[in-house]
């Protein structure tokens, strides 16, 4: 966020600096702008990965590979940064969609805690959107090397089994 200039951005999209700055008000009116309409991209992403996922019928490794996709495809980064810039979604959490939907498979839905499924969404969500920007540095880390380190196709497939043995999403 500290790269980002009103002038570069300005130029980018045809206006002038006193336009954006009327227009937003300030640089941190653009920046806060930026953010909305990222969180929004991320959401609608993530939605439309849900929605094609449940209209496939699919099992949870599907729904998995499908987030992996989506977040190699730039939105990993978008996530991290959206993160570290402070952004909050205003209402509902960002991954709220994918919250409702895992908590309705659950065959215990109606008595168990969301709080539970809320911390396996919230887990797999850290776990892809750093894997374009760390998979790797941390498999090796591990003590992984060469393809074990490289291939993320593994881990995936770990973290679709475990989230399908969350509690109660099996």
Known sequence: MAAVQVRTVATRVGMTDAGINH??????GLLAALLRHGGWKVRAGVEEVLRSWLD?????VDLVDGLAVFYRRGYGELAVALHAAGWRDQGSGMLDPVVDVLHALRPDA???SVEDTRLAVAALHQALATEPLYGPRFRRSAGLAGRAATDSGPQLRWWATHLARSPGLR
């Not at 227009?23 to 941190?28: L, V």
């Not at 496939?56 to 949870?60: I, V």
């Open 23 to 28: 227009h937003f008000g300030s640089r941190d």
């Open 56 to 60: 496939r019928g699919a099992d949870l």
């Open 110 to 112: 109606a008595t168990a």
